[in-house]
């Protein structure tokens, strides 16, 4: 089944404790990207990248880092949890180049950070 | 200002009713644009992309008016199971960075 998953779903911690969100997707897609998404604001884009060893700065970067190793992993790091990161996390991906590309969208993860 | 802004609603309409909203976005340049559906915080899922001429998908039409720089979604015969969120999306010419409104709640009462 074609998918994007990702892990932990929900994830409860405390303030500077360095943490990991994994994503991966089984398309083959070279497009993929973090997004987080609070009440009243959308989905602001965190961090894309466009192929393997290829990562860009999205809208909102501060306090966030990727790696793209591999093409179908794309992790999340929070070096340094603060409470202001407190948000639903999305992973997508896609294929680039066509304009009208369809985001295919895990499942999110729910971050809590105390 | 927003690059794309939505009327967050929500929109409570009866089984059978139509009902509209508009995106508006910021970017004259923008290129293009999509419908994303949301349900209760799971992942968005791709609706449908919103051509120049307007677009149908069984009850949903999409239209674009780039004069007024703002695109829109109709449903039509509202069903219960079409209770979400909708995104509105943009993509600017050139650019990997996709823009996503806050979103449209639509709520369907029996």
């Known amino acids: 089944e074609a998918q994007v998953t990702q892990n932990p779903r929900y994830l409860i911690t405390v303030t500077g404790k360095k943490l990991t969100v994994t994503c991966s997707q089984n398309?083959?897609?070279?497009?993929m990207s973090w997004y987080r998404q609070d009440p009243g604001l959308g989905l602001r884009q965190i961090y894309y990248s466009m192929n393997v060893e290829v990562t860009d700065k999205g809208d909102v970067p501060e306090g966030y880092k990727v790696s793209r190793k591999e093409k179908r992993n794309f992790p999340l790091i929070l070096e340094s949890p603060s409470p202001n990161q407190t948000s639903l996390y999305f992973c997508a991906s896609s294929f680039p180049g066509d304009p009208y590309n369809e985001q295919f969208f895990g499942p999110g993860t729910r971050l809590t950070v105390l | 200002r927003k690059e794309v802004e939505q009327d967050p609603g929500p929109f409570n309409v009866p089984e059978g009713a139509t009902v509209a909203f508009n995106c508006t976005y910021s970017n004259s340049a923008s290129q293009s644009f999509f419908w994303y559906r949301q349900d209760c915080r799971k992942e968005p899922k791709l609706l449908m992309s919103v051509y120049s001429s307007g677009n149908e998908d069984g009850r949903f039409t999409a239209q674009l008016n780039r004069a007024s720089q703002y695109i829109s979604l109709l449903i039509r015969d509202s069903k219960l199971s079409d209770s979400a969120t909708y995104l509105c999306?943009?993509?600017?010419?050139?650019?990997?960075?996709?823009?996503f409104g806050a979103g449209t709640t639509v709520t369907v009462r029996a």
């Open positions: 398309m083959n897609h070279e497009y």
């Open positions: 999306v943009v993509n600017d010419p050139g650019d990997y960075k996709l823009s």
